[in-house]
T-cell receptor, first 117, second 113 residues
Framework: GAVVSQHPSWVICKSGTSVKIECRSL??????MFWYRQFPKQSLMLMAT?????????EQGVEKDKFLINHASLTLSTLTVTSAHPEDSSFYIC?????????????FGEGSRLTVL | GENVEQHPSTLSVQEGDSAVIKCTYS??????FPWYKQELGKRPQLIID?????GEKKDQRIAVTLNKTAKHFSLHITETQPEDSAVYFC????????????FGKGTLLTVNP
């Protein structure tokens, strides 16, 4: 199947700093990527849909100025958590549709565990 | 928007028994229903999926059934093994320019040896 790679797998930062997480599709082109957030023992909550070459679509309640998403190429999307605070600590996972166009299987990255001190 | 309910939240079975997890969805336009398995600290992995034009799909010990009229779908795991222990998520989605998947809250399955 298609491979999605996410980096870094874990990061610790100080409150007030910004953190960038990268999501790459290694063997396919992903027009659309999705960013999820997962708290311990909870479900995957969609934060935003990242579209190559255009602005991301954010879910209700997600601050677009805090969670900056850039999808500059068909194989790379980035999520930047700006001015991070302890409540932003979470597991962030990206995914991409392995079949362009219609609904298809989502392939997930390894996830990035963010801890804000 | 779509709302997916998943039950039970936890399920404990003996090795060799069957496990059933049920989900309901609210948007009748949803037409894609995957199931993901997530082990602790790892990424979700697709284990089986079904589309709205099919009522049942089976892959070895895993099967999924879909009832479009009632808007519910279920995951069936037979002859469970300890390595089946994980969190299972159902999801519902639909195609088009606004494609996205909405996930259920997950079921923690524990298979006791």
């Amino acid at each position: 199947g298609a491979v999605v790679s996410q980096h870094p797998s874990w990061v610790i930062c100080k409150s007030g700093t910004s953190v960038k997480i990268e999501c790459r599709s290694l063997d396919f082109q992903a027009t659309t990527m999705f960013w999820y957030r997962q708290f311990p023992k909870q479900s995957l909550m969609l934060m935003a849909t990242s579209n190559e070459g255009s602005k991301a679509t954010y879910e209700q309640g997600v601050e677009k100025d805090k969670f900056l998403i850039n999808h500059a190429s068909l194989t790379l999307s980035t999520l930047t958590v700006t001015s991070a605070h302890p409540e932003d600590s979470s597991f962030y996972i990206c995914s991409a549709d392995g079949t362009s166009g219609y609904t298809g299987e989502l392939f997930f990255g390894e996830g990035s565990r963010l801890t804000v001190l | 928007g779509e709302n997916v309910e998943q039950h039970p939240s936890t399920l404990s079975v003996q090795e060799g028994d069957s496990a059933v997890i049920k989900c309901t969805y609210s948007d009748s336009a949803s037409n894609y229903f995957p199931w993901y398995k997530q082990e602790l600290g790892k990424r979700p992995q697709l284990i089986i999926d079904i589309r709205s034009n099919v009522g049942e799909k089976k892959d070895q010990r895993i099967a999924v059934t879909l009832n479009k009229t009632a808007k519910h779908f279920s995951l069936h795991i037979t002859e469970t093994q300890p390595e089946d222990s994980a969190v299972y998520f159902c999801a519902a989605g639909k195609g088009g320019s606004n494609y996205k998947l909405t996930f259920g809250k997950g079921t923690l399955l524990t298979v006791n040896p």
